[in-house]
């Protein structure tokens, strides 16, 4: 159990410490962006004189219609939302027909039978009341309108009165009402006289509460007709009382408040604004007399009287006794105007506009930097010495004002040139000049901004993928390396500090890929501006291998392990893809896919499918995604643990490093190249050209496959390569 008394907080640990901070600096930043965003949107003065035509004008008017539409648009909106606030009512018309029927009367033929000498009856004589409403149309003609549709009611039990379901509206001509007769009341009682005997009968029914706190009555209080069966042979003279049902109530006003407010009925909120317009308008309020107002008592309830005719004569061509009664309902037009409040595409609109503001207020914002400019220039080719001496002058001015020597008249004659002298005995030599620039060079340099992009590289723990991880990480980016040595992934993440994550994945596995995938997901929020499928394997192939397991380790690795990277990474990439923030594909690929050199098929085909993935995937994303770039990267002879940099042997001359590699590739990725095909120290880019059209013309003119490692065609291919 808890003690009484003070309890210490908990200490935060350094973690959550460390992101309140992050949290913070955060905060301030996006704080410091909104600060710096221009907002003026009002062209410079004397802009009409730097340009051609009338467009600055035709600007201004259209900034003129503007702030008038917004005006209008807010005040047409204020006024809807006042309409709907107000609790708005349409007074209609309710219809109500009282009729009754009779049943087993003595004229009905149900009597005694004399011929029989039988003076008793099995039947009691009894007759039925309607009680019907209906909401009448605005366009309904209440004049013709004086018979009730036919619906049909009935019921056993004498002491229970019935609700009918549903009226037929099959035979109607015209909508059936939106408001049912049970909707304007909550309680009906019928009085009856006294009968003979001295017992009286009565008929009471109340409305049941909602089930729940639900806005739909139960079925028992959906009704538009009451019927109440008693036993009975004499008419009879009775009242029904219906209590309305309001929200809010209303109350019938005292007298005295009715000559005030000029109502006779009202809800709360009615008459207290009513008493306030009358309090204005007769200049009450200093008043020092105070008068009570009895309000008032809830509306009366509404009385109809109806005979019961049981009489042979009324039967013959019966006609109803109809009331109609003011009530009020919800204006339609209310519901029209909420769902126009509360329309979707209005927020959506409203981002629309203020990201237009925001690039029409940087336009603006540039012209005024280009009005600057074009006045400075302008001004120099005028007169060239007189704007110098004025401009040097003006500097002066400046520099005196920061040094806080200036005088009230402007400071010296503006044609000296002591300002410009150094030494003890200049200005420079001063105690504020010294002090403002030891402010100056004491300043903390501000660090430059990380830069939010992400990188996703396989193989990344060595060779290429080390090296682009590498420069990635240089410029700030956040990058997720994914390989297989754990080793390796170790060494990586202590080397490139906390912008770089490592997960241990083999790419030939879907799985492992899924697992990547939500680190992705959790770490970058799936947004990938870099996927580098480079990881790798290469061993020396044959047909004479007594399995093909070699070629299927090369071929999961090398070519299921770029298709898995696509499938499973390619819809982020997209997803998060824009022109602001555009994403890039790096897929690695080998000459050895281009030119096919023999001895290792299994590799030359691995990188060959991963050519003609990497081409697909280009021409596709070019046209439905054009904010996603593709690159094939196609190193020379790197040294890398792939090429024998694992045995420890020096780097040969001929070959290039990985880093020369990733800068080569980048400059690529600048000038939009699809083909990164790297040269090296040994191999020039004319030499990789022709390699590469040898093996071409291989099938356009009818050579053997692979005719360049051919003895029959060596002399031609050295001739071929010579050839200028």
Same mark, same amino acid.
């Given at each position: 159990?808890?003690?009484?008394?003070?309890?210490?907080?908990?200490?935060?640990?350094?973690?959550?410490?460390?992101?309140?901070?992050?949290?913070?600096?955060?905060?301030?930043?996006?704080?410091?962006?909104?600060?710096?965003?221009?907002?003026?949107?009002?062209?410079?003065?004397?802009?009409?004189?730097?340009?051609?035509?009338?467009?600055?004008?035709?600007?201004?008017?259209?900034?003129?219609?503007?702030?008038?539409?917004?005006?209008?648009?807010?005040?047409?909106?204020?006024?809807?939302?006042?309409?709907?606030?107000?609790?708005?009512?349409?007074?209609?018309?309710?219809?109500?027909?009282?009729?009754?029927?009779?049943?087993?009367?003595?004229?009905?033929?149900?009597?005694?039978?004399?011929?029989?000498?039988?003076?008793?009856?099995?039947?009691?004589?009894?007759?039925?009341?309607?009680?019907?409403?209906?909401?009448?149309?605005?366009?309904?003609?209440?004049?013709?309108?004086?018979?009730?549709?036919?619906?049909?009611?009935?019921?056993?039990?004498?002491?229970?009165?019935?609700?009918?379901?549903?009226?037929?509206?099959?035979?109607?001509?015209?909508?059936?009402?939106?408001?049912?007769?049970?909707?304007?009341?909550?309680?009906?009682?019928?009085?009856?006289?006294?009968?003979?005997?001295?017992?009286?009968?009565?008929?009471?029914?109340?409305?049941?509460?909602?089930?729940?706190?639900?806005?739909?009555?139960?079925?028992?209080?959906?009704?538009?007709?009451?019927?109440?069966?008693?036993?009975?042979?004499?008419?009879?003279?009775?009242?029904?009382?219906?209590?309305?049902?309001?929200?809010?109530?209303?109350?019938?006003?005292?007298?005295?408040?009715?000559?005030?407010?000029?109502?006779?009925?009202?809800?709360?909120?009615?008459?207290?604004?009513?008493?306030?317009?009358?309090?204005?308008?007769?200049?009450?309020?200093?008043?020092?007399?105070?008068?009570?107002?009895?309000?008032?008592?809830?509306?009366?309830?509404?009385?109809?009287?109806?005979?019961?005719?049981?009489?042979?004569?009324?039967?013959?061509?019966?006609?109803?006794?109809?009331?109609?009664?003011?009530?009020?309902?919800?204006?339609?037009?209310?519901?029209?105007?909420?769902?126009?409040?509360?329309?979707?595409?209005?927020?959506?609109?409203?981002?629309?506009?203020?990201?237009?503001?925001?690039? +029409?207020?940087?336009? !603006?914002?540039? @012209?005024? $930097?280009?009005?600057? #400019?074009?006045?400075?220039?302008?001004? =120099?080719? %005028?007169?060239?010495?007189?704007?110098?001496?004025?401009?040097?002058?003006?500097?002066?001015?400046?520099?005196?004002?920061?040094?806080?020597?200036?005088?009230?008249?402007?400071?010296?004659?503006?044609?000296?040139?002591?300002?410009?002298?150094?030494?003890?005995?200049?200005?420079?030599?001063?105690?504020?000049?010294?002090?403002?620039?030891?402010?100056?060079?004491?300043?903390?340099?501000?660090?430059?901004?990380?830069?939010?992009?992400?990188?996703?590289?396989?193989?990344?723990?060595?060779?290429?993928?080390?090296?682009?991880?590498?420069?990635?990480?240089?410029?700030?980016?956040?990058?997720?390396?994914?390989?297989?040595?754990?080793?390796?992934?170790?060494?990586?993440?202590?080397? +490139?500090?906390?912008? !770089?994550?490592? @997960?241990? $994945?083999?790419?030939? #596995?879907?799985?492992?890929?899924?697992? =990547?995938? %939500?680190?992705?997901?959790?770490?970058?929020?799936?947004?990938?501006?870099?996927?580098?499928?480079?990881?790798?394997?290469?061993?020396?192939?044959?047909?004479?291998?007594?399995?093909?397991?070699?070629?299927?380790?090369?071929?999961?690795?090398?070519?299921?392990?770029?298709?898995?990277?696509?499938?499973?990474?390619?819809?982020?990439?997209?997803?998060?893809?824009?022109?602001?923030?555009?994403?890039?594909?790096?897929?690695?690929?080998?000459?050895?896919?281009?030119?096919?050199?023999?001895?290792?098929?299994?590799?030359?085909?691995?990188?060959?499918?991963?050519?003609?993935?990497?081409?697909?995937?280009?021409?596709?994303?070019?046209?439905?995604?054009?904010?996603?770039?593709?690159? +094939?990267?196609?190193?020379?002879?790197?040294?890398?643990?792939?090429?024998?940099?694992?045995?420890?042997?020096?780097?040969?001359?001929?070959?290039?490093?990985?880093?020369?590699?990733?800068?080569?590739?980048?400059?690529?990725?600048?000038?939009?190249?699809?083909?990164?095909?790297?040269?090296?120290?040994?191999?020039?880019?004319?030499?990789?050209?022709?390699?590469?059209?040898?093996?071409?013309?291989?099938?356009?003119?009818?050579?053997?496959?692979?005719?360049?490692?051919?003895?029959?065609?060596?002399?031609?291919?050295?001739?071929?390569?010579?050839?200028?």
């Amino acid at each position: 159990m808890m003690s009484s008394g003070p309890h210490h907080q908990v200490p935060l640990t350094s973690a959550q410490v460390a992101q309140q901070q992050q949290q913070a600096a955060m905060q301030f930043e996006m704080a410091k962006r909104r600060s710096r965003k221009p907002t003026d949107k009002n062209l410079p003065d004397g802009i009409d004189d730097s340009i051609v035509g009338d467009v600055a004008q035709r600007y201004r008017e259209l900034g003129d219609f503007e702030r008038r539409l917004d005006a209008t648009m807010t005040r047409k909106r204020l006024d809807i939302v006042d309409a709907v606030t107000r609790s708005a009512k349409r007074w209609k018309t309710l219809r109500i027909w009282i009729t009754n029927t009779a049943e087993d009367q003595i004229w009905q033929g149900n009597g005694i039978n004399v011929d029989t000498f039988d003076f008793s009856s099995n039947l009691e004589p009894t007759y039925r009341v309607k009680i019907e409403a209906r909401l009448l149309d605005d366009d309904d003609d209440l004049d013709n309108d004086d018979e009730p549709e036919d619906t049909k009611s009935g019921t056993d039990d004498p002491d229970r009165m019935e609700e009918d379901g549903p009226v037929d509206t099959k035979s109607r001509t015209t909508k059936p009402p939106r408001y049912r007769f049970s909707h304007f009341f909550k309680a009906l009682y019928v009085d009856f006289p006294t009968n003979r005997g001295g017992t009286e009968q009565s008929v009471e029914w109340k409305k049941p509460e909602r089930v729940g706190g639900g806005t739909n009555l139960p079925a028992a209080a959906d009704f538009d007709e009451l019927t109440f069966k008693r036993n009975g042979d004499e008419n009879l003279n009775i009242t029904i009382n219906i209590i309305r049902h309001e929200e809010p109530e209303r109350y019938a006003l005292s007298p005295e408040l009715e000559d005030i407010v000029d109502m006779r009925e009202a809800t709360r909120q009615e008459i207290v604004m009513g008493v306030w317009e009358y309090i204005k308008m007769m200049g009450l309020q200093e008043d020092e007399e105070k008068r009570h107002f009895a309000v008032t008592s809830f509306c009366e309830a509404l009385s109809l009287s109806y005979t019961i005719r049981l009489d042979e004569q009324f039967h013959k061509d019966p006609q109803p006794t109809v009331y109609d009664v003011r009530v009020a309902v919800d204006d339609p037009l209310r519901e029209k105007m909420t769902a126009f409040l509360n329309n979707a595409g209005y927020a959506g609109m409203l981002k629309e506009v203020a990201s237009l503001d925001e690039q +029409l207020a940087i336009i !603006v914002q540039a @012209i005024h $930097v280009s009005k600057a #400019k074009h006045d400075f220039l302008n001004s =120099l080719s %005028e007169d060239p010495a007189t704007f110098v001496r004025n401009w040097l002058s003006s500097q002066k001015r400046d520099l005196e004002v920061i040094l806080g020597e200036a005088m009230r008249g402007g400071g010296e004659d503006v044609n000296g040139d002591e300002w410009r002298k150094g030494g003890k005995e200049s200005i420079w030599g001063t105690i504020n000049a010294r002090e403002s620039v030891n402010s100056l060079l004491s300043r903390t340099p501000s660090q430059p901004q990380q830069s939010q992009n992400t990188a996703v590289i396989t193989g990344g723990a060595s060779g290429i993928g080390l090296a682009l991880t590498k420069k990635c990480a240089g410029y700030g980016m956040r990058v997720l390396v994914a390989d297989w040595d754990e080793k390796n992934l170790d060494a990586a993440k202590s080397a +490139l500090g906390d912008n !770089v994550s490592t @997960i241990k $994945v083999d790419v030939s #596995k879907t799985e492992d890929w899924v697992t =990547l995938k %939500e680190k992705v997901l959790k770490d970058f929020g799936g947004k990938i501006n870099l996927l580098a499928l480079n990881a790798g394997v290469s061993a020396p192939t044959s047909f004479e291998d007594a399995d093909a397991s070699g070629f299927q380790k090369i071929l999961n690795t090398n070519l299921f392990g770029v298709l898995n990277g696509i499938t499973t990474l390619l819809p982020l990439v997209k997803e998060h893809a824009s022109p602001s923030s555009p994403a890039s594909i790096v897929i690695t690929g080998s000459k050895q896919g281009i030119t096919n050199p023999p001895g290792n098929p299994a590799y030359n085909a691995s990188k060959a499918a991963v050519k003609t993935l990497a081409e697909h995937l280009s021409f596709d994303l070019a046209a439905s995604h054009p904010s996603v770039s593709v690159h +094939l990267l196609v190193p020379g002879w790197t040294w890398t643990q792939l090429a024998g940099a694992a045995s420890g042997r020096e780097k040969p001359a001929a070959a290039w490093t990985a880093e020369q590699v990733v800068d080569y590739l980048e400059a690529k990725m600048a000038e939009g190249q699809f083909w990164v095909l790297c040269p090296d120290n040994d191999v020039t880019e004319d030499t990789d050209k022709r390699r590469v059209q040898w093996n071409t013309n291989d099938v356009l003119l009818g050579r053997p496959p692979l005719s360049r490692w051919r003895e029959e065609y060596k002399d031609e291919f050295k001739e071929w390569m010579e050839k200028k």
